[in-house]
């Protein structure tokens, strides 16, 4: 079973930092691509960043510039830094990754349980 933990949340001012991790733990054989996606009250899910097994990033236009996606294979964790911090990136943070379980089956799509990122004075 394969689960997606995320932490590092919480209530920052504008202009602040956070920085949100993402631990996989279960049985993995590989983790494709990572990323991180974002719901805020009354909006659709969106990206907010991916990253693939070999480092290559992708962002939101909203987000360029002030957030970086990176990852350690080595721990399974996935982080996402975010700098200059604004009210509209308040939202529930959910982790995302592609993983094949074991040899011979194929990769599933997993959600981690979110955390709450709240950018307020």
């Known amino acids: 079973q394969v689960q997606l933990v995320e932490s590092g949340g919480g209530l920052v001012q504008p202009g602040g930092s956070l920085r949100l991790s993402c631990a996989a733990s279960?049985?993995?054989?590989?983790?494709?691509?990572m990323g991180w996606y974002r719901q805020a009250p009354g909006k659709q899910r969106e990206v907010v960043a991916t990253?693939?097994?070999?480092?290559?990033?992708n962002y939101a236009d909203s987000v360029k510039g002030r957030f970086t996606i990176s990852r350690d294979n080595a721990k399974k964790t996935v982080y996402l830094q975010m700098n200059s911090l604004k009210p509209e990136d308040t939202a529930v943070y959910y982790c995302?990754?592609?993983?094949?379980?074991?040899?011979?089956?194929?990769?599933?799509?997993?959600w981690g349980q979110g955390t709450q990122v709240t950018v307020s004075s």
């Open positions: 279960g049985s993995i054989f590989v983790i494709y691509t």
């Open positions: 995302n990754a592609d993983i094949r379980p074991r040899v011979g089956v194929p990769a599933n799509n997993y």
């Open positions: 990253i693939t097994t070999v480092g290559r990033t």
